[in-house]
């Protein structure tokens, strides 16, 4: 059974500063990985989308990188600004008949002016 | 344009009604999810529509909870007898196809109290 996990469970950091976000997956047989970011009381929003083929994926001041021998993706975010505020997620997907996401445990990241 | 949408924002209920919940998804997108996200219990996997035909229902926590797609576009969950431990978000998410690039894009979510 795919479980996946997400350290720290909350990071609290200054302005400016540059920070990792860390998923761990127990099953690398994975089609792909996504990144979210959830705001109180909202849905999620795609951050990054990493294919199983993949290493990494950029989207201005995010970098995501995806080692899947190892079971393992980061989540890098470079100067840090309070707006980037907010939950965020990893989730790995199967694919095949079960298109189903299987999400982390989530780090809540705040930022500090 | 315009991105997943969902119905109501938020649903108060008494224990034992029934609740249906919508979600329209992006225009065009073939597979649609359901997922809920409760305290405790994070974010989990409910259903899976490709079109109007549901491969995958493993989700659903009881036979309480159905959902169906008509037309290979909107989508109602429905939820009879509520439970206090239903209460959670509702998520709906769709995506163009699904297959190996599948990149998911979710609604605002219905949040569900049931008293």
């Known amino acids: 059974k795919q479980e996946v996990t997400q350290i720290p469970a909350a990071l609290s950091v200054p302005e400016g500063e540059n920070l990792v976000l860390n998923c761990s997956f127990t099953d690398s047989a994975i089609y792909n990985l996504q990144w979210f970011r959830q705001d109180p009381g909202k849905g999620l929003t795609s951050l990054l989308l990493?294919?199983?083929?993949?290493r990494e994926q950029t989207s201005g001041r995010l970098n995501a990188s995806l080692d899947k021998s190892s079971g393992r993706s980061t989540l890098y975010i470079a100067a840090s600004q309070p707006g980037d505020s907010a939950t965020y997620l990893c989730?790995?997907?199967?694919?095949?008949?079960?298109?189903?996401?299987?999400f982390g445990t989530g780090t809540l990241l705040a930022v500090q002016p | 344009g315009a991105g997943v949408s969902q119905s109501p924002s938020n649903k108060v209920t008494e224990k034992g009604k029934d609740v249906e919940l919508r979600c329209d998804p992006i225009s065009g997108h073939t597979a649609l999810y359901w997922y809920r996200q409760s305290l405790g219990q994070g974010l989990e996997f409910l259903i899976y529509?490709?079109?109007?035909?549901?491969?995958?229902k493993s989700g659903l926590p009881s036979d309480r909870f159905s959902a169906e797609r008509t037309g290979g576009s909107v989508s109602t969950l429905t939820i009879q007898r509520t439970q206090q431990e239903d209460s959670a978000v509702y998520l709906c998410?769709?995506?163009?196809?699904?297959?190996?690039?599948?990149?998911?894009?979710f609604g605002p979510g219905t949040r569900l109290t049931v008293l």
């Open positions: 529509f490709q079109g109007n035909s549901a491969p995958d």
């Open positions: 989730a790995v997907h199967h694919g095949g008949a079960t298109n189903k996401l299987i």
């Open positions: 998410a769709s995506s163009l196809i699904a297959g190996t690039y599948n990149e998911q894009f």
């Open positions: 990493i294919q199983s083929s993949q």
